[in-house]
């Protein structure tokens, strides 16, 4: 049974710092593309960063660039996205995402994903 399960979400105020996790379990963690995403409250979901089997490999929505930053440890089966310098805007519920298929799961593309977590609350408070 695939499992990911994020956690870390919770309120911070502008300019403040929140590190995500997901522990996947159930299926060959090593062997899929990660990706984070989010979701607002009226909007469509989007992905904010993605990351190869190795770690070595990453993208990011512009939106997000040198601010977050993704990091996955196949070791523990767990993806991490650290954020700093946190807007009103990255108000979301995050989800973490694992697909199979290559470097084009570097485009963030919620399709191209096979597995999903059920999410973690973000709020930024001006």
């Known amino acids: 049974q695939v499992q990911l399960v994020e956690s870390g979400g919770g309120s911070v105020q502008t300019g403040g710092s929140l590190t995500l996790s997901c522990t996947a379990s159930g299926y060959a963690y090593s062997s899929y593309y990660m990706g984070w995403f989010r979701q607002a409250p009226g909007k469509e979901r989007e992905g904010v960063a993605g990351?190869?089997?190795?770690?070595?490999?990453?993208n990011y929505a512009d939106s997000v660039k040198g601010r977050f930053t993704i990091s996955r440890d196949n070791v523990k089966n767990t993806l991490y996205l650290k954020m700093n310098s946190l807007k009103p805007e990255d108000t979301a519920s995050y989800y973490c995402?694992?697909?199979?298929?290559?470097?084009?799961?570097?485009?963030?593309?919620?399709?191209?994903?096979?597995?999903w977590g059920q999410g973690t609350q973000v709020t930024v408070s001006s």
């Open positions: 990351i190869s089997t190795g770690g070595v490999s990453t």
């Open positions: 995402a694992a697909g199979r298929g290559g470097a084009r799961l570097l485009q963030l593309r919620a399709f191209d994903y096979n597995y």
